[in-house]
């Protein structure tokens, strides 16, 4: 009788999981979107603002090899809301080996899901100036 219980409790705590997985399997329409910002005190378009439902999978930045401490806020409008960010500086970025010896962020992971719009934004106000190449992955449902 307890294996009993036990066999329908393992497979009600597979199912738990499960669950939640399915209803994040995946987008209709991938997107992927790129930007580059050069000039101080600026501000351009990663995601341009759109309409629907989907979510931000993640983010990466490219920043050359004489960064000189610029760096890059990253701004994300979820659902027409309140502004949210965040900074990417390159001092405490990876190097490339091979190249131009370039910082870089490696494929951030952000799975910001939003239901009826999305913008992001990179800004270098106050941050120096470099160029500074990133790309998003995202997608609608």
């Keep these: 009788m307890k294996t009993t219980h036990l066999a329908w409790l393992g497979w009600a705590l597979a199912l738990g999981l499960l669950i939640p997985a399915a209803g994040h399997a995946g987008n209709l329409t ?45 701004i994300f409008t979820v659902d027409g809301g309140t502004s949210t960010s965040f900074i990417i500086d390159p001092t405490f970025l990876e190097r490339e080996s091979s190249g131009a ?35 998003a992955a995202w997608g609608l449902n």
């Design 30 to 74: 991938p997107q992927y979107s790129a930007a580059t910002i050069s000039l101080a005190n600026t501000t351009v378009n990663l995601i341009p603002s759109t309409s629907g439902s989907g979510d931000v999978r993640g983010i990466q930045c490219y920043f050359p090899s004489t960064a000189g401490g610029a760096s890059v806020k990253v």
């Design 101 to 135: 010896g370039q910082f870089v962020s490696g494929w951030i992971p952000m799975d910001i899901e939003f239901n009826s719009s999305i913008q992001v934004q990179l800004n270098n106000s106050l941050l120096g100036t470099t160029t500074i190449r990133c790309w």
